[in-house]
């Protein structure tokens, strides 16, 4: 059955505010259908229940985001920019992809997508060679994937976002700094630290 933009929009925005004020364990597909202001009968005739409305949710999410990189990645010129259609797709999803990121299964697949934009050389394609070695590649790996993914959520979570080119310039920027440079650290060691 073809689905009607319209009634897709509200209950999308109807899923994005209830997620947000109960929570996914506290939902029931009547709380949806309320708020959208659409017929029960109207909701099942698209969606078996709302584990397959949040399954609908992600799949379209990740389906998208991957569409958007591989259009990148055929297009050699542009691999250097991986980051902005990544920030670009979630800006333009922002409110969904803020409540899906807290769901673990979620958040597990966004870092396996965000593990093969590594490993496709797109983020540490200015790596210096003689440092490759010095910690172990998992490690290394997990360490730039935690930090653009956890970048990624501290963006999300934030009352007023940046917007996509500042939060793309921060990313850009901490490729290239120690987190020394980051946090601005000189003189700082021998303060005591309180508890």
């Known amino acids: 059955m073809k689905r009607n933009t319209q009634t897709d929009s509200k209950i999308k925005k109807s899923f994005i505010k209830l997620m947000e004020d109960k929570g996914f364990e506290n ?5 949806i259908t309320d708020n959208a ?26 389906k998208s985001l991957g569409q ?39 958040e597990d697949k966004i870092r396996n997508v965000l593990r093969q934009v590594v490993d496709q050389g797109l983020y540490l394609d200015k790596g210096n060679d003689e440092t490759v070695n010095l910690i172990p590649s998992d490690y290394a790996y997990e360490i730039v994937v935690s930090g653009l993914l956890n970048t990624i959520k501290y963006w999300l979570s934030k009352d007023h976002p940046e917007d996509q080119d500042t939060i793309i310039d921060i990313i850009m920027k901490t490729r290239y700094l120690s987190p020394y440079d980051l946090l601005g650290v000189d003189d700082q060691f021998g303060n005591t630290i309180k508890v």
Do not use: C, M, W
Request: charged fraction near 35%; glycine fraction near 2%.
């Open 68 to 106: 958007t990189l591989n259009k990148v990645l055929r297009d050699k010129t542009k691999r250097d920019s991986v980051i902005e259609p990544i920030i670009g797709y979630i800006e333009s999803e922002f409110d969904l992809v803020k409540i899906l990121i807290k769901i673990p299964s979620f």
């Open 27 to 31: 939902l029931s597909v009547s709380d």
């Open 37 to 62: 202001k659409v017929n029960r009968s109207t909701f099942y005739a698209h969606y078996d229940d709302k584990f397959d409305l949040l399954q609908h949710y992600e799949d379209d999410t990740l």
